[in-house]
T-cell receptor, first 112, second 109 residues
Framework: EAQVTQNPRYLITVTGKKLTVTCSQN?????MSWYRQDPGLGLRQIYY???????DKGDVPEGYKVSRKEKRNFPLILESPSPNQTSLYFC???????????FGPGTRLTVL | GQNIDQPTEMTATEGAIVQINCTYQ??????LFWYQQHAGEAPTFLSY??LDGLEEKGRFSSFLSRSKGYSYLLLKELQMKDSASYLC??????????WGAGTKLIIKP
């Protein structure tokens, strides 16, 4: 089944404890993105990648890191999480820049 | 700065037609997307417009006017399952996607 998977789906952590949210797609898509979604603010793009080893900052990259070493994986790293990073996170992939984006199921992160 | 505006909430009746507007002011334009998001779920793709005009896809149509920085999503023959948030997003000059805050559509019987 063609899909985007994210892990974990739910995570409660404490300030300063490094964490990684994994994202993987099995559709051989070039373009991948990370978003956060907060009430009243909609989706905000954190980072995006147009291909392996190519990543760019989105709207709100501060406090986040990404890597794209393989086409299928695009992990999101929070080196030192803070409470203002409590949010719902979505990973997405698309076959091209102008194509339909397929979203993962989301990761609900709470930083205490 | 970059700005995308959509109404926060709209209400419509089952079987009717509703138009959800989106206006944008962005640095560059590489196309406009509409997505649907049911509560507690991930967004799903509805349409992509890069040229002016109307694109029809079943009960849903999307219109774009680049000169006016304006788009709308038209939903016909509304069904209860159309109750969702509708998200407008613009791909700007560096291929970043800028999203509106979304319009929550409530369908009443």
């Amino acid at each position: 089944e063609a899909q985007v998977t994210q892990n974990p789906r739910y995570l409660i952590t404490v300030t300063g404890k490094k964490l990684t949210v994994t994202c993987s797609q099995n559709m051989n898509h070039e373009y991948m993105s990370w978003y956060r979604q907060d009430p009243g603010l909609g989706l905000r793009q954190i980072y995006y990648s147009m291909n392996v080893e190519v990543t760019d900052k989105g709207d709100v990259p501060e406090g986040y890191k990404v890597s794209r070493k393989e086409k299928r994986n695009f992990p999101l790293i929070l080196e030192s999480p803070s409470p203002n990073q409590t949010s719902l996170y979505f990973c997405a992939s698309s076959p091209s820049l102008w194509g339909e984006q397929f979203f993962g199921p989301g990761t609900r992160l709470t930083v205490l | 700065g970059q700005n995308i505006d959509q109404p926060t909430e709209m209400t419509a009746t089952e079987g009717a037609i509703v138009q959800i507007n989106c206006t944008y002011q962005t640095s560059g334009f590489n196309g406009l997307f509409w997505y649907q998001q049911h509560a507690g779920e991930a967004p799903t793709f509805l349409s992509y417009n890069v040229l002016d005009g109307l694109e029809e896809k079943g009960r849903f149509s999307s219109f774009l006017s680049r000169s006016k920085g304006y788009s709308y999503l038209l939903l016909k023959e509304l069904q209860m399952k159309d109750s969702a948030s509708y998200l407008c997003a613009v791909m700007v000059s560096n291929y970043q996607l800028i999203w509106g805050a979304g319009t929550k559509l409530i369908i009443k019987p």
